[in-house]
């Protein structure tokens, strides 16, 4: 295995993103460290250094991403782990979020990471050799009241980077989907969480009960974004790369509560879904 490796990372600047590139720049690798604010992400990382290239990306802005890759292909001379971090948090009841809204949270957490990966597939594949891991959620194995947004954006990465893998696995490129529960980064502070632009009377009893419970999560969840990044270079280490990590032991109960409830849903109906086949 290569031991000091080029890492491209979205969503640099803080957080989970933050801490992955940090541990990446201590353990001797190079790293492509992209954000909106590229001054944050420089700031945060202690300043410039050799092994750092930090540049401004917003994952929804095609010219930017392409012009970002190339940049950093000149400098380092080839990307070898792609880190899909970027995100947004869109809160809310689903018809108290607007269209425009719903739009937002796919083009952010779905399509992003997908223009991203598009960008920097040719270079792994001409390598023949790479590792493609993006930050999902335990928002993509069940549902949450006010997640239906961000769960939707989710689950949808889970199915295309399921399905990319198979794709991608003959040109020698590994992926990995990271499920991490509840961790302390600043996806619920009031800077980073948006909440629904419409409101509806029959929801503003549970809102009014359920905003302010989730609003006081931030600050206090038990994961640390530190030790899932330590993790998170350990697995990329591997020959063999896990297609999925449950990040967090509340993402791994709520894995196990979905991984029952499927099997119960498919017992319950196991004969009479068994019997819509044409007749012999």
């Given at each position: 295995?290569?031991?000091?490796?080029?890492?491209?990372?979205?969503?640099?600047?803080?957080?989970?993103?933050?801490?992955?590139?940090?541990?990446?720049?201590?353990?001797g690798?190079?790293?492509?460290?992209?954000?909106?604010?590229?001054?944050?992400?420089?700031?945060?990382?202690?300043?410039?250094?050799?092994?750092?290239?930090?540049?401004?990306?917003?994952?929804?802005?095609?010219?930017?991403?392409?012009?970002?890759?190339?940049?950093?292909?000149?400098?380092?001379?080839?990307?070898?782990?792609?880190?899909?971090?970027?995100?947004?948090?869109?809160?809310?009841?689903?018809?108290?979020?607007?269209?425009?809204?719903?739009?937002?949270?796919?083009?952010?957490?779905?399509?992003?990471?997908?223009?991203?990966?598009?960008?920097?597939?040719?270079?792994?594949?001409?390598?023949?050799?790479?590792?493609?891991?993006?930050?999902s959620?335990?928002?993509?194995?069940?549902?949450?009241?006010?997640?239906?947004?961000?769960?939707?954006s989710?689950?949808?990465?889970?199915?295309?980077?399921?399905?990319?893998?198979?794709?991608?696995?003959?040109?020698?490129?590994?992926?990995?989907?990271?499920?991490?529960?509840?961790?302390?980064?600043?996806?619920?502070?009031p800077?980073?969480?948006?909440w629904?632009?419409?409101?509806?009377?029959?929801?503003?009893?549970?809102?009014a009960?359920?905003?302010?419970?989730?609003?006081?999560?931030s600050?206090?969840?038990?994961?640390?974004?530190?030790?899932?990044?330590?993790?998170?270079?350990?697995?990329?280490?591997?020959?063999?790369?896990?297609?999925?990590?449950m990040?967090?032991?509340?993402?791994?109960?709520?894995?196990?509560?979905?991984?029952?409830?499927?099997?119960?849903?498919?017992?319950?109906?196991r004969?009479?879904?068994?019997?819509?086949?044409?007749e012999?």
């Amino acid at each position: 295995m290569k031991e000091n490796k080029v890492w491209l990372i979205t969503g640099a600047s803080s957080g989970i993103g933050l801490e992955i590139s940090k541990a990446a720049l201590s353990a001797g690798n190079k790293v492509i460290a992209t954000g909106r604010n590229a001054e944050k992400v420089t700031k945060n990382l202690g300043g410039a250094s050799d092994n750092l290239l930090v540049l401004h990306m917003d994952v929804t802005d095609l010219v930017q991403i392409n012009e970002g890759v190339n940049a950093a292909i000149e400098k380092f001379g080839t990307i070898d782990v792609l880190v899909n971090n970027a995100g947004a948090f869109y809160a809310g009841f689903f018809e108290e979020l607007s269209p425009n809204q719903m739009e937002r949270q796919m083009a952010v957490n779905l399509f992003g990471p997908m223009n991203v990966t598009r960008a920097i597939l040719p270079v792994m594949r001409a390598n023949k050799s790479g590792h493609i891991i993006t930050i999902s959620s335990t928002a993509a194995l069940v549902g949450y009241e006010l997640c239906s947004a961000y769960a939707a954006s989710k689950f949808g990465v889970e199915g295309w980077m399921e399905s990319l893998a198979i794709e991608i696995a003959p040109f020698g490129i590994s992926t990995t989907i990271v499920e991490p529960g509840f961790f302390r980064t600043n996806l619920l502070e009031p800077s980073s969480t948006i909440w629904n632009e419409l409101h509806i009377a029959d929801y503003a009893e549970r809102i009014a009960m359920l905003r302010p419970g989730w609003q006081a999560m931030s600050g206090t969840q038990g994961g640390d974004p530190a030790k899932l990044a330590a993790a998170l270079l350990q697995i990329s280490g591997e020959e063999n790369p896990p297609k999925r990590w449950m990040a967090g032991a509340d993402s791994i109960s709520e894995a196990e509560r979905k991984a029952k409830e499927l099997l119960e849903q498919a017992e319950a109906y196991r004969q009479l879904s068994s019997s819509l086949g044409f007749e012999q």
